[in-house]
C-alpha cells in the first residue's frame, strides 16, 4: 500500500496558555505529518510567536480576527499545492493535544476501511485526562447534541473500538483532501459550533463513512464552548450561536417532509424551553433559544440556499444517516428530564446537554448546580393558581363545540368581526354611516372592547374569547383574590372561589353569547372586596379603594347598566350606616359612585332619557334568550333562565349551606349581612325578570350575581365553625360532616355536569355571515342591503356589523317606513321597491333558509331582480335607482368630550395608584387600565 500524504493545519485564536502543549504534542507523533502549517487568528496572547517558533514562519498565515475556522482551513489549502493522490488533512485546534501514537492510529484505521473519508480520534478532557468527552457525536432531530456518554464518564476502555459514527469533532479531525474538496469542506456559515456535524452529514450523503477510532486520542479544553476565551468570530453569544447552527443543520439537511417535521418539533419545543427558562428565572437563556429559533424563521431563503447547495444525495443519505441519529422518542425522554430537572431545582439543558450555570468548581457551566426555582414550585403549588388551572380546564372541555371555529357569535353576541382599528374609529367618530346613519354616541364598552384587542394586538376575536369563553376561570381568580382579606381561610377560599366561577349566571352567560354579562360577573367580587375597604379606617387606603373602585364600577356600567343602581343602593346604605363610625366614608362613596358618571355622562343621559334601557346589556336583545315564565324557585337557586343552565339539584348544595349557617349562634352579624346582600339581589333578580324592554324580557343574571356572592362569602366565614363541630362527636360532628359534604357537590356537580353538557345555547364558534358574499362584492358606496329573516329585518352597509352597532338608536320614522315596505314585498305587493330605493337600499337578501312561496313571491316583483338563491340564502338587486341618503351632521361636542373623558381616566388612574412617588402611581395607573 502507498504511504498516504498527510498536512496537519492548526488553527490558533487566543490560545496560548494551551498551544504549547499541542504543537509539542504535534512534534512527537510517532507518525510525523509530512508537512505541517499553522494559522494565527489575530491572537493578541503570543500565539503567532508560538505557532512561528515551531512550525518556522513561512509555514504560519496570518488571518483577520473575525476569520471562522473553516475560512482559516480553506485558506491554507488554496495556498497549499495537492500532496498526490491520496492525501490526508489532519485539523488540530489550538486547544487540542493529539496522543503520540493518534496520528499512527487514524492512518492505520483510513487504511483497513476503503470507504472511510473522516476520521476523529476519542476525546477526554484537558485537566481531567480521564474523563471522556466524546466518541463521535449524534444529533436528534430537535438539534440536541448527543455524545451517548454520561455525565463525568472516566475512560476504562469501555467504549473502545473503530465505529462508524454520524460525526467527529474537528479537534483532530482526519479526512481526505479530494472528499474535502468534492463536499466544499466547512461551510463558512458556522464559524464555530456545528460545522464538523454539517461537514460529516454532507461526506456521508456522498457515499462515505464517518469513523471513530478510540485508540487515537486526544486531550480537548472546549475553550470555545466553555467560554474560557472570548469569542471575536461572531457577534453572538456561544450559547445562541451554537443553538442556531444545531437547528440550522437539521433543517438543512433533512429531507423535505422530514424537515418540515422537525420545523413544527423545534418551534414548539423551542417554546417550551423559553417558557421553562423564564421559569427558572433566566431570561438570558430564554433569550439566546427565542433569538435561535427566531433567526432560523426569519431567513427562509438563506435557509433554502443551503438545502439547495446539499440537494445532491441528500434523501440517499438520509437513509444511512437515520440509523445513526438519536433513536426516535430519546427527545420526548429528554423533555420529561428536562421537567423534572426544573422541578427538582436543577437547571434546564441546553441543546447539548449542558446546564446553563456555572460555579466556582465547574467554571464551564457543565454540570447541573442547584437554582432558585422554589419560588416557581411555591408559586404553581399556590392553590388560587390550581383553581385557575382547574377551572380553565373545565372551560376548554365544556367550550370544546366552540374552539377552533372561525367566527364566535350568536344569541345576544353580534358575530365577532373587524380589529381594534375599527372598534377605535367606531367609538370616536361623530356620525356612524349604519343602517340609516346615526349620530348617537357609541356605546362606551367599545372603548373598553378597543382597548383589550389593542392588547391583544389588534384581534378583537381574541379579545372577546377571553373575556367570554374565559369568564369562568377569570371569575375564580378574581374571586379568590378578592376575598383574600375577607375568607381568612384558604380551603374555604378556594372552595368560595370555585363555587362563584361555576354558578348558572357563568354558563348561562357563556351559552347566551351575554358578553356584558361575562365582563359583570368577573367583576362583582371585586366590586365586593373594594367595597368593604372604602369603611376602612385608613382614610388614604379608602380612598385609593374609591377611585379604583369608580374605575371599574364605570367598566362594569358600561356593559350593564343594571350594575350602577344596584351598587349605589348598597353604597349609600353602607355611607348612612358607617358614615358615623369611619370618618371619609361618605366621601370615599361618593368619589365610587359620582366618576362613573362622569365618565360615562353623554352616554348616560340617553339613558335617564329612556329608562327602561338600563335592564339591557351589551348585545343584540333577542326574546328567546329569557325565560318569560322564569319560576321563583329557579331564583332561589341562583339559575337566571334560558339557554345553558343546569338543573336545580346542582346548586342545591350551596342554598343548603346557606341555610345551616342560620343555625350558628355565633357571628350573627356576618350570616345577617350575608343573607341580606343575597335577598337584596334575589328581589332584584325577580323584579328584573318580569319587566319587558324593547319586546325581550330583562335577564336577571347580574343580580343574582351578587346574590351569589353574598351567599358564599356568609359560608366561607362560617366554614372554621363547621372544623370546630366536625373535631367533636355525635350529632354536631355527623351535621357538620353532611354540610360540608353538601357544600363541596356544588362545584364538583357543576364542573360535572358543565363538561358532560357542552356549552348548549345559540352561541357558535361558527356564526354565518349576515350579509351575503355576492352582496358584499356588488355593494357601491352609498348603497345598503336589507336583509330579512323571518319577521325581523335588518339594514347593512357592504359589511358585517362590528360589536356596538346593532345598538345604536334608529330613527323611528324610517324604520317604519322599511318594515312596511318590507311587509310589501314578502306579501307581494307592488310599489314597495321604490320607497326601499328612495331610502338607499340596492339589495335585498333573505337569510336562509328561503322558502318556495318566498322566492317566487320575491321573483313576482317587477322592481326586483334575482341574483342569486341556494341553501345560503337569495339575494335580489332593486331595479330602481338608489337615492342616496344624505349623512347625519357630526356632533360638534364629540371629539372634545372624548379628550376630556381620556384625561378623566388618566387621572383617575393616577389617584387610584398606590404609593406617593410619582413612578410608582404611573406605574400602578397602568396596572388598573389594564385590569380595566
Not at 346613519?437 to 383589550?452: H, K, Q, T
Not at 343602581?565 to 365610587?592: N, Y
Request: one cysteine or more; a positive charge; charged letters at 20%.
Amino acid at each position: 500500500m502507498s504511504r498516504p500524504y498527510v498536512t496537519a493545519i492548526v488553527v490558533a485564536h487566543d490560545g496560548a496558555r494551551w498551544l504549547g502543549e499541542t504543537l509539542r504534542a504535534l512534534a512527537s507523533q510517532s507518525r510525523r505529518p509530512d508537512r505541517a502549517v499553522g494559522v494565527d487568528n489575530g491572537s493578541r496572547d503570543g500565539s503567532a510567536g508560538l505557532l512561528a517558533e515551531t512550525l518556522g514562519r513561512g509555514n504560519v498565515i496570518s488571518l483577520p480576527r473575525s476569520t471562522g475556522f473553516g475560512e482559516s482551513v480553506a485558506e491554507v489549502l488554496a495556498k497549499l499545492p495537492p500532496g498526490g493522490r491520496d492525501e490526508w488533512i489532519w485539523l488540530l485546534h489550538d486547544d487540542c493535544a493529539p496522543d503520540r501514537r493518534a496520528l499512527e492510529a487514524l492512518i492505520s484505521a483510513a487504511q483497513q476501511d476503503p470507504k472511510a473519508a473522516v476520521l476523529g480520534p476519542k476525546l477526554r478532557d484537558w485537566l481531567d485526562r480521564r474523563r471522556l468527552l466524546e466518541i463521535g457525536v449524534t444529533v436528534g432531530r430537535t438539534g440536541r447534541r448527543d455524545t451517548g456518554l454520561e455525565p463525568r464518564e472516566f475512560d476504562q476502555g469501555q467504549h473502545d473500538g473503530t465505529r462508524e459514527v454520524l460525526s467527529v469533532s474537528t479537534a483532530g479531525m482526519l479526512i481526505r483532501r479530494d472528499v474535502w474538496e468534492q463536499v466544499g469542506g466547512l461551510d463558512p456559515f458556522f464559524p464555530l459550533f456545528r460545522d464538523d456535524l454539517d461537514l460529516c452529514w454532507r461526506v456521508r450523503n456522498a457515499g462515505h463513512k464517518v469513523l471513530n477510532v478510540t485508540f487515537a486520542v486526544a486531550w480537548h479544553a472546549e475553550a470555545a464552548a466553555r467560554r474560557r476565551r472570548r469569542i471575536a468570530v461572531s457577534g453572538d453569544h456561544p450559547r445562541r450561536l451554537d443553538r442556531r447552527n444545531a437547528l440550522f443543520v437539521i433543517m438543512a439537511n433533512l429531507p423535505f417532509g422530514a424537515m418540515l417535521w422537525a420545523l413544527l418539533r423545534n418551534v414548539l419545543g423551542s417554546a417550551f424551553r423559553t417558557l421553562l427558562f423564564v421559569l427558572s428565572k433566566q431570561p438570558a437563556n430564554a433569550l439566546d433559544e427565542a433569538v435561535a429559533m427566531g433567526s432560523i424563521l426569519a431567513h427562509p431563503f438563506r435557509l433554502l440556499g443551503a438545502r439547495r447547495a446539499r440537494k445532491h444525495g441528500r434523501k440517499k443519505g438520509y437513509i444511512r444517516v437515520r440509523r445513526l441519529m438519536t433513536p426516535r422518542g430519546a427527545a420526548y425522554r429528554r423533555l420529561t428530564d428536562m421537567v423534572q430537572s426544573f422541578l427538582a431545582g436543577e437547571a434546564p439543558v441546553d441543546s447539548a446537554g449542558r446546564h446553563h450555570h456555572t460555579s466556582p468548581e465547574d467554571p464551564a457551566g457543565y454540570e447541573a448546580v442547584p437554582v432558585d426555582t422554589g419560588a416557581v414550585k411555591r408559586f404553581i403549588s399556590r392553590p388560587g393558581v390550581v383553581l385557575m388551572l382547574a377551572l380553565t380546564v373545565v372551560a376548554l372541555i365544556a367550550e370544546r363545540s366552540l374552539l377552533g371555529g372561525e367566527r364566535l357569535g350568536g344569541g345576544a353576541l353580534v358575530p365577532v368581526t373587524g380589529g381594534a382599528a375599527d372598534l377605535w374609529a367606531f367609538y370616536t367618530e361623530g356620525s356612524h354611516d349604519i343602517g340609516f346613519g346615526s349620530n348617537a354616541w357609541a356605546p362606551p364598552y367599545v372603548a373598553v372592547l378597543a382597548a383589550l384587542s389593542t392588547l391583544a394586538f389588534g384581534k378583537t376575536w381574541l379579545a372577546v374569547s377571553v373575556l367570554l369563553l374565559g369568564s369562568v376561570p377569570l371569575a375564580g381568580a378574581a374571586a379568590y383574590l378578592a376575598t383574600r382579606h375577607v375568607i381568612p381561610a384558604v380551603p374555604a377560599r378556594a372552595w368560595a372561589a370555585g363555587t362563584y366561577a361555576l354558578l348558572p349566571v357563568a354558563t348561562g352567560a357563556i351559552a347566551a353569547g351575554r358578553l356584558g354579562t361575562a365582563v359583570v360577573f368577573v367583576l362583582v367580587p371585586v366590586y365586593a372586596s373594594l367595597g368593604t375597604t372604602l369603611l376602612s379606617a385608613e382614610r388614604r387606603r379608602a380612598r385609593r379603594a374609591a377611585w379604583t373602585l369608580g374605575l371599574l364600577l364605570a367598566v362594569g356600567t358600561a356593559f350593564v347598566p343594571l350594575v350602577y343602581p344596584m351598587f349605589a343602593v348598597l353604597g349609600v346604605l353602607a355611607a348612612v350606616a358607617f358614615g358615623g363610625v369611619r370618618p371619609g366614608v361618605v366621601t370615599s362613596t361618593a368619589i365610587a359612585l359620582l366618576a362613573p358618571v362622569a365618565l360615562l355622562f353623554p352616554w348616560l343621559a340617553g339613558l335617564v332619557a329612556d329608562p327602561g334601557r338600563i335592564l339591557l346589556e351589551a348585545g343584540l336583545h333577542d326574546p328567546a334568550l329569557a325565560d318569560p315564565g322564569l319560576a321563583p324557585e329557579s331564583l332561589l337557586a341562583l339559575s337566571p333562565g334560558g339557554p345553558g343552565l343546569p338543573p336545580f339539584w346542582v346548586t342545591a348544595g350551596l342554598l343548603a349551606a346557606a341555610l345551616a349557617a342560620l343555625l350558628m349562634r355565633r357571628q350573627r352579624m356576618i350570616v345577617a349581612i350575608g343573607w341580606g346582600v343575597a335577598l337584596y339581589g334575589v328581589l332584584a333578580a325577580i323584579l328584573v325578570s318580569r319587566i319587558t324592554v324593547e319586546g325581550a324580557r330583562a335577564w336577571p343574571g347580574v343580580p343574582l350575581a351578587f346574590a351569589g356572592i353574598g351567599l358564599l362569602v356568609l359560608v366561607g366565614l362560617t366554614a372554621h365553625r363547621l372544623s370546630e363541630l366536625r373535631a367533636g362527636r355525635g350529632l354536631r360532628r355527623l351535621g357538620a360532616t353532611l354540610v360540608a359534604g353538601v357544600a363541596f357537590s356544588t362545584p364538583l356537580l357543576a364542573a360535572g355536569h358543565w363538561m358532560f353538557t357542552g356549552v348548549r345555547g345559540p352561541l357558535t364558534g361558527d356564526a354565518p355571515d349576515v350579509l351575503p358574499a355576492l352582496a358584499a362584492a356588488r355593494t357601491t358606496q352609498g348603497e345598503r342591503t336589507l336583509v330579512i329573516k323571518g319577521a325581523e329585518f335588518t339594514v347593512l352597509h357592504g359589511r358585517m356589523p362590528l360589536i356596538g352597532e346593532p345598538e345604536l338608536p334608529v330613527a323611528s320614522e324610517a324604520r317604519t317606513r322599511v318594515s312596511t315596505a318590507t311587509q310589501g314585498l314578502v306579501g307581494g305587493r307592488g310599489g314597495d321597491a321604490v320607497t326601499l330605493a328612495r331610502l338607499g337600499i340596492g339589495m335585498v337578501a333573505v337569510a336562509p333558509p328561503v322558502t318556495r312561496e318566498l322566492a317566487r313571491t320575491l321573483d313576482s316583483q317587477p322592481s326586483l331582480e334575482r341574483m342569486s338563491l341556494s341553501d345560503a340564502g337569495g339575494l335580489w338587486r332593486l331595479a330602481e335607482p338608489v337615492t342616496r341618503v344624505p349623512a347625519r351632521p357630526v356632533r360638534v361636542l364629540h371629539k372634545p368630550w372624548l379628550w376630556v373623558q381620556g384625561a378623566l381616566v388618566l387621572m383617575m388612574a393616577v389617584l387610584a395608584a398606590p404609593g406617593r412617588r410619582p413612578q410608582e402611581s404611573v406605574e400602578a395607573s397602568g396596572a388598573v387600565l389594564v385590569g380595566a
